[in-house]
Nanobody, 118 residues
Framework: VQLQASGGGLVQAGGSLRLSCEVS????????MGWFRQAPGKERVFVAS????????YYSPSVKGRSTLSRVKVKNGVDLQMNGLKPEDTAVYYC????????????WGQGTEVTVSS
């Protein structure tokens, strides 16, 4: 099983980006998918998640109101639409997937880099 992340890039402050993540390979079940990010010199932190069955979304305060996480069931993945980007959103974004409801992300993508210029 692999998580294929895409959509990162360079954008000016105030701009928008859509990050996509797609699960490839056979996965037994899927409870939740989401995103983490790691800024240069900082720890990896939670960004957003969505439960696969119910579509319940959760956002970190730093992105809430500016971002929308959606399930894309046809491709077994998720899209993270980020608007009003700020320089502090600059980070490598990692897609994650949780198989069981145990607060453990079982799969991590390779990361996609987002750079927001001021």
């Amino acid at each position: 099983v692999q998580l294929q992340a895409s959509g990162g890039g360079l954008v000016q402050a105030g701009g928008s980006l859509r990050l996509s993540c797609e699960v490839s390979g056979r996965i037994s079940s899927l409870y939740r998918m989401g995103w983490f990010r790691q800024a240069p010199g900082k720890e990896r932190v939670f960004v957003a998640s969505v439960t696969w069955s119910g579509g319940n979304t959760y956002y970190s305060p730093s992105v809430k109101g500016r971002s929308t996480l959606s399930r894309v069931k046809v491709k077994n993945g998720v899209d993270l639409q980020m608007n009003g980007l700020k320089p502090e959103d600059t980070a490598v974004y990692y897609c994650v997937a949780e198989v069981n409801n145990d607060d453990t992300y079982d799969y991590w993508g390779q990361g996609t880099e987002v750079t927001v210029s001021s």
